[in-house]
């Protein structure tokens, strides 16, 4: 991670209000599925957030496993930062917009 991404993360604990208390939960339904985030719980300890998730998302949906991540242990990047995701060089070529584009183009020589 260079120094500009480094400026660019934030820490959710910063963002959301009493962010120690909330865990985010993710799900997997099967084990050749990838961990899907379903929802939060409050709870004062990682153990107790697991209870309560799967009282919560695993009560009547098949799960194989969850996942409980405290938001203060989540590092993400700004809203305003967007453009860190901007390919650095044109590549618009691969989409299938493109292809269209060209043949309009080719059909007006």
């Not at 120690?20 to 985030?37: M, T, Y």
């Amino acid at each position: 991670m260079d120094s500009r991404q480094r400026a660019a993360a934030v820490n959710l604990g910063d963002v959301v209000p009493e962010a120690a208390s909330v865990f985010a939960v993710f799900r997997q339904d099967s084990k050749a599925e990838p961990h899907v985030h379903v929802g939060d719980v409050h709870a004062p300890d990682p153990e107790m957030a697991l209870v309560l998730a799967k009282e919560q998302f695993a009560r009547r949906d098949p799960c194989v496993n969850l996942w409980v991540v405290r938001y203060t242990d989540i590092t993400a990047t700004r809203y305003e930062d967007a453009d860190l995701f901007a390919p650095a060089t044109d590549k618009s070529y691969r989409f299938g917009g493109s292809y269209r584009e060209q043949q309009r183009v080719y059909r007006r020589r």
